[in-house]
């Protein structure tokens, strides 16, 4: 999921509180998201979240250790970057588990594309 940043990147950016409203529902959805994949019983462990956390700082040309002091930096505690990760890994296997067993694609449709 895109953060309001990333979503409005080069492009003029709408009223503050237009931008409030906005992250509020996706927080909220976020969190409806996340409830209902408990539900369902899924859980993410805290191995899987540090692997995502390792491949995104490899993906940024840096360490674990050099990410938190970044996100120190930016007044960001390492415990919330690990939240939102587990939080989205959770919501990725909601969505496979609920999504992918009705997507589906005809023989045609393959052919058709090649």
């Known amino acids: 999921m895109l953060s309001l940043r990333q979503q409005y990147a080069g492009q003029q950016q709408p009223p503050v509180e237009q931008l409030r409203q906005m992250a509020l529902q996706q927080l909220i959805s976020q969190s409806a998201l996340a409830q209902r994949a408990h539900e369902h019983g899924l859980r993410v462990d805290p191995q899987t979240v540090q692997q995502a956390i390792a491949t995104i700082a490899r993906n940024n040309g840096m360490s674990v250790v050099e990410l938190q002091k970044v996100l120190s930096e930016q007044g960001i505690p390492f415990s919330t ?15 496979e588990r609920t999504l992918d067993p009705t997507v589906t694609v005809s023989n045609a449709e393959v052919e058709a594309y090649l």
């Open 81 to 95: 970057m690990e939240r939102d990760i587990g939080q989205q890994l959770l919501i990725s296997q909601l969505r």
